[in-house]
């Protein structure tokens, strides 16, 4: 009788198993039906500088979309390298992922894509093969229209690099994360600023950059380390990072250390309120960047003008503040 009990127990266990297998091999690339959204480019010269702007400054695509780390390196310093995209991202035990090439090449850049194709990633997180990305990389389903095509319009006008792109290696985990986790699920309703806010020294312009454009909420909220989803409170820190080595190797840094995000709400021990006022923040971020191994893009956020490091401090300034210590910023496990 327990013989047949356990038989039984454990077949049902297989056939959940086997079942959860087969259910992942088949979803974990699937391809969504988004519709495509209704912007064109722009030829207009006042239309591609804004682009650069957001592109090398507080989007910091120039920072990710790059070839090696040690081109990653190079343009946080603020050389001019060509988004030729292939970079390896480690995303520990889920797997590897490349960021693509968004010159206008033909063949392995965006040449390959209609403008509809690159707004619809941007503003959905579907790729332009119709399966959908982590989207927390690229949080930029928000940003209001002028910007986005202000972005694309800009990719567009680049010099054409060819270089094929390795495609991403999704472990078993990574393919069962992508299959259940909300953050690699289509943004399917985003709701985009209707108009972006002009550049100056405002709240609304802050929250705008700091939610939509600079990601500052998606690193300075703790995050669930397998599926990227928030289990702390918005911008009160916490968010824990992984030793990268071969990053770490290349600045002279120890390639056991893990980084944590400090809490940026104004409660008197955060990191926010080690700045007694604009100036000082503005200067901070003049600076760039002091820890090496930092995931911060101190390097494009230092490029930013002053009415936007202004606006920021003035939005994190009006925050609620979270009492919520994250621990340690630079940490061994
Ligand atoms: C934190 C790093 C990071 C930042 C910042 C970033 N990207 Fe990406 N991007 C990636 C990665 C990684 C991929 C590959 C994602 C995948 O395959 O699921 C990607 C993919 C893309 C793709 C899809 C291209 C294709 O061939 O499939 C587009 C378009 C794109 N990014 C545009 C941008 C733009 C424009 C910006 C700035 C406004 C930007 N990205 C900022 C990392 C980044
Ligand atoms: C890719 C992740 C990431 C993004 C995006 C990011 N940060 Fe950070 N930030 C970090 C990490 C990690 C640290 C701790 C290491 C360091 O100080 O560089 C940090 C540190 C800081 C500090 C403390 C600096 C100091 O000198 O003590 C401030 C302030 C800050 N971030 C503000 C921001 C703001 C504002 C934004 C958006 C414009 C932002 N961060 C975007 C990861 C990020």
């Known amino acids: 009788m327990l013989k047949k009990i356990v038989f039984g127990i454990l077949s049902l266990l297989l056939?959940?198993?086997?079942?959860?297998?087969?259910?992942?091999?088949?979803?974990?690339?699937?391809?969504?039906?988004?519709?495509?959204?209704d912007l064109q480019v722009s030829n207009d010269s006042t239309v591609i500088?804004?682009?650069?702007?957001?592109v090398h400054g507080p989007a910091h695509c120039s920072n990710c979309h790059v070839g090696s780390v040690a081109e990653?390196?190079?343009?946080?310093?603020?050389?001019?390298?060509?988004?030729?995209?292939?970079?390896?991202f480690p995303l520990g035990p889920i797997g590897t992922i490349y960021p693509r090439n968004l010159t206008p090449d033909p063949t392995t850049g965006i040449g390959r894509y209609t403008d509809a194709e690159i707004f619809r990633m941007m503003r959905h997180a579907v790729k332009p093969d119709g399966t959908a990305t982590l989207s927390v990389l690229m949080p930029f389903w928000d940003m209001a229209d002028e910007d986005l095509i202000a972005v694309v319009s800009y990719l567009r006008s680049l010099a054409p690099v060819n270089n094929e792109v390795k495609?991403?290696?999704?472990?078993?985990?990574?393919?069962?994360?992508?299959?259940?986790?909300?953050?690699?699920?289509?943004i399917e309703n985003p709701t985009?600023?209707?108009?972006?806010?002009?550049?100056?020294?405002?709240?609304?312009?802050?929250?705008?950059?700091?939610?939509?454009?600079?990601?500052?909420?998606?690193?300075?909220?703790?995050r669930d380390q397998m599926t990227f989803e928030a289990i702390g409170p918005e911008y009160g820190g916490g968010m824990e990072f992984e030793p990268w080595p071969e990053y770490a190797l290349a600045v002279g840094g120890d390639p056991e250390l893990w980084t944590r995000t400090p809490n940026i709400t104004p409660?008197?021990?955060?990191?926010?309120?080690?700045?007694?006022?604009?100036?000082?923040?503005?200067?901070?971020?003049?600076?760039?960047?002091t820890i090496s191994i930092s995931q911060m893009h101190w390097g494009p956020f230092s490029r930013?003008?002053?009415?936007?490091?202004?606006?920021?401090?003035?939005?994190?300034?009006?925050?609620?503040?979270?009492?919520?210590?994250?621990?340690?910023?630079?940490?061994?496990k």
């Not at 343009?75 to 970079?87: H, R, V, Y």
């Open 167 to 186: 495609e991403n290696d999704w472990s078993f985990m990574g393919k069962a994360v992508r299959v259940l986790a909300s953050s690699f699920q289509p």
């Open 267 to 289: 409660h008197p021990n955060s990191a926010l309120s080690k700045f007694k006022n604009v100036a000082e923040w503005k200067a901070r971020f003049r600076q760039g960047r």
């Open 304 to 332: 930013m003008t002053d009415e936007d490091l202004e606006a920021i401090y003035l939005y994190l300034s009006s925050l609620e503040p979270q009492d919520y210590d994250p621990g340690e910023l630079i940490f061994k």
């Open 15 to 37: 056939l959940l198993i086997g079942g959860f297998v087969v259910y992942v091999q088949l979803n974990w690339d699937k391809t969504y039906d988004i519709p495509y959204p």
């Open 72 to 88: 990653m390196i190079q343009a946080d310093a603020g050389e001019d390298i060509p988004l030729k995209g292939g970079a390896e």
């Open 49 to 54: 500088e804004r682009g650069k702007y957001l």
């Open 192 to 222: 985009p600023y209707p108009k972006a806010p002009p550049m100056s020294a405002t709240i609304e312009r802050g929250e705008y950059l700091s939610r939509y454009v600079a990601n500052c909420v998606g690193c300075h909220t703790a």
